[in-house]
T-cell receptor, first 111, second 113 residues
Framework: DVKVTQSSRYLVKRTGEKVFLECVQDMDHENMFWYRQDPGLGLRLIYFSYDVKMKEKGDIPEGYSVSREKKERFSLILESASTNQTSMYLC??????????FGQGTRLTVV | QKEVEQNSGPLSVPEGAIASLNCTYSDRVSQSFFWYRQYSGKSPELIMSIYSNGDKEDGRFTAQLNKASQYVSLLIRDSQPSDSATYLCAVTETGGGADGLTFGKGTHLIIQP
């Protein structure tokens, strides 16, 4: 079974803090993705990566950056957290034609 | 920008009946189509993928794709209360590299015992 593990299930951070969300997959997938999910807005792609050290902007990259130093790990960074970044963050990985498997999600609250 | 449209529901179906979920997409170059199931408070779980026109069956689930009309549907036969969830339609282009899935906002399905 594919296993995608996100470092935290729940996280509370203060406005202006730098926040790191970590994601690890154990299936040697080339592709990894970060989404956020909000009521009424659905799932929106923030960033994705198709190889180590490669990254591509998704639909809503503003206020975020990513890092992929190893194939199995993809990190999402909030440079200066703001309240409008309070959301459920979902990491996914996949191979080839982008079939994606999701981690359990991190519910981030910025206060 | 690609758009994926789904009726948000809730769609209420009696137990044992067929649940029919529909999805339309805007981008004609979309080539790969997926249905995810998401229980409340959980992450999406892939249940079906379809790449060519026609029907694809897997157990109680059937995915149908019509690229000319730009719609994809999911049928759930013999609906069970455990099928109550939000169903997300997702599309992407192929072409070798990843470009991420574009999701609809989901249809909330309720199976009434």
């Amino acid at each position: 079974d594919v296993k995608v593990t996100q470092s935290s299930r729940y996280l509370v951070k203060r406005t202006g803090e730098k926040v790191f969300l970590e994601c690890v997959q154990d299936m040697d997938h080339e592709n990894m993705f970060w989404y956020r999910q909000d009521p009424g807005l659905g799932l929106r792609l923030i960033y994705f990566s198709y190889d180590v050290k490669m990254k591509e902007k998704g639909d809503i990259p503003e206020g975020y950056s990513v890092s992929r130093e190893k194939k199995e790990r993809f990190s999402l960074i909030l440079e200066s957290a703001s309240t409008n970044q309070t959301s459920m963050y979902l990491c996914a990985s996949g191979r080839g034609i982008t079939e994606a498997f999701f981690g359990q999600g991190t519910r981030l609250t910025v206060v | 920008q690609k758009e994926v449209e789904q009726n948000s529901g809730p769609l209420s179906v009696p137990e044992g009946a067929i649940a029919s979920l529909n999805c339309t997409y805007s981008d004609r170059v979309s080539q790969s189509f997926f249905w995810y199931r998401q229980y409340s408070g959980k992450s999406p779980e892939l249940i079906m993928s379809i790449y060519s026109n026609g029907d694809k069956e897997d157990g109680r689930f059937t995915a149908q794709l019509n690229k000319a009309s730009q719609y994809v549907s999911l049928l759930i036969r013999d609906s069970q209360p455990s099928d109550s969830a939000t169903y997300l339609c997702a599309v992407t282009e192929t072409g070798g590299g990843a470009d991420g899935l574009t999701f609809g906002k989901g249809t909330h399905l309720i199976i009434q015992p």
